[in-house]
């Protein structure tokens, strides 16, 4: 039988108008959008919320990727293994190019975990049911059990949200990555050396510089988990919006791009923290050496060049 | 040893970390310079109106263009 497509459309939208008019409103509505994540359940005081889940989700996924390449390592790597290798491999490579060789080795193991855990992290913002599986609000009344419609259709609880989509989680990072590049520059430079890099009281201009880095270290937590959560959380929004305008076809469009954005922000969530790292192992007295180094070698080669002319 | 890597590559990143950076070492301390004038604005001289909280701002715009100074000047040079 052969329907002319002038034919078939209004019959379409007539069907959809007749299933609206039955359900009385919209077959769904524009899921309710909250930056902060929703509790589940309660673990004696600590409150479980659907982004730790997602969190505890990709830790397992890390895990398990992980244990599972290396079980059976062979000399020559195959199928996992091997993608795991060239992985850690180019890691390894930018540690070392952007902090020099032995540290970049000692780098790459902390650089490297939140290089992965943030990358599945992101990446889990994508499975389907992330987001639109949940416990129904109570007052609803799901058809067959399980489907929320109509004026129903966006009050449940998420089960899961990207990790990153909460500022908790991107705090919790950042703090952590701070941290440690505090502690690795005590444990180089010595206390007094590093200290002295915020208190300096020897003369003015080195007293406001110091002021300043203490400033900045402010500016990097603010700026590490905010740039995180805003990308994620803003992608987030941009899939379940279009999930709700366009289904199907939609967000199909904008998964790539948050494949991308979600390697992206992991890339320079851990490169930051890579060249914060080899900032802080490097003191005012080695920074100042080696520009004047640099000029040096500049000047030494103005001067070779000068000789074979 | 130089902890200080000093090929192209490593001023390559730590350029393009900087990139990602810069905004917000103009906006932290913005942010936090109004807060402690609207902080002592509010404690300490009761009638200043918002004096204390232009001064903290500016203060603020101060150290970020310092900030973002400091750290182009702290770039390897290649």
Same mark, same amino acid.
């Given at each position: ?309 | ?38 902080? %002592? ?19 603020? %715009?101060?150290?970020?263009?310092? %900030? ?6 702290? %770039?390897?040079?290649?």
């Amino acid at each position: 039988m052969f329907w002319p497509i002038s034919h078939l459309l209004p019959s379409l939208t007539g069907g959809a108008t007749h299933i609206l008019a039955d359900a009385g409103g919209p077959l769904w509505l524009l899921p309710g959008i909250d930056v902060g994540p929703t509790t589940l359940f309660t673990i004696g005081p600590f409150p479980v919320t659907n982004t730790l889940i997602n969190s505890w989700l990709s830790m397992i996924i890390v895990l398990v990727l992980f244990l599972g390449a290396t079980r059976k390592m062979a000399i020559v790597p195959k199928g996992l293994q091997n993608f795991v290798e060239w992985g850690a491999g180019l890691l390894i490579d930018f540690c070392e190019e952007v902090a020099g060789k032995p540290w970049g080795r000692r780098f790459f193991p902390f650089v490297a975990t939140i290089f992965f855990y943030l990358l599945f992290a992101n990446w889990t913002e994508i499975i389907p049911g992330v987001d639109s599986l949940g416990t129904p609000m109570p007052g609803t009344h799901p058809v067959a059990g399980i489907f929320l419609l109509g004026n129903d259709s966006n009050k449940f609880y998420p089960w899961v949200r990207p990790a990153s989509s909460d500022l908790n989680f991107t705090l919790a990072i950042a703090l952590i990555s701070v941290v440690v590049t505090q502690i690795y520059g005590f444990r180089t430079l010595g206390f007094r050396q590093h200290v002295g890099k915020y208190l300096n009281f020897r003369d003015p201009i080195g007293f406001i510089v110091g002021i300043l880095e203490i400033v900045a270290e402010f500016a990097r937590i603010i700026s590490f988990s905010f740039r995180l959560f805003g990308n994620v959380f803003a992608g987030d929004v941009l899939l379940i919006v279009l999930g709700t305008l366009l289904p199907f076809i939609g967000p199909t469009v904008f998964y790539p791009l948050e494949l991308f954005v979600g390697f992206i922000q992991a890339f320079v969530f851990s490169a930051l923290t890579l060249v914060f790292l080899s900032l802080a192992i490097t003191s005012h007295e080695d920074e100042h050496a080696s520009a004047a180094h640099t000029e040096h070698s500049e000047v030494g080669e103005l001067a070779s060049a000068d000789a074979v002319h | 040893m130089s902890n200080n890597p000093s090929n192209d590559n490593a001023g390559f990143y730590r350029a393009l970390a900087l990139v990602g950076q810069v905004g917000f070492y103009i906006a932290v301390p913005m942010v936090l310079g109004a807060f402690l004038g609207r902080f %002592l604005d509010n404690a300490l001289f009761h009638d200043t109106a918002s004096l204390a909280t232009i001064f903290g701002l500016l203060l603020g %715009l101060a150290a970020g263009v310092a %900030l973002v100074v400091r750290a182009i000047m702290r %770039l390897p040079t290649s």
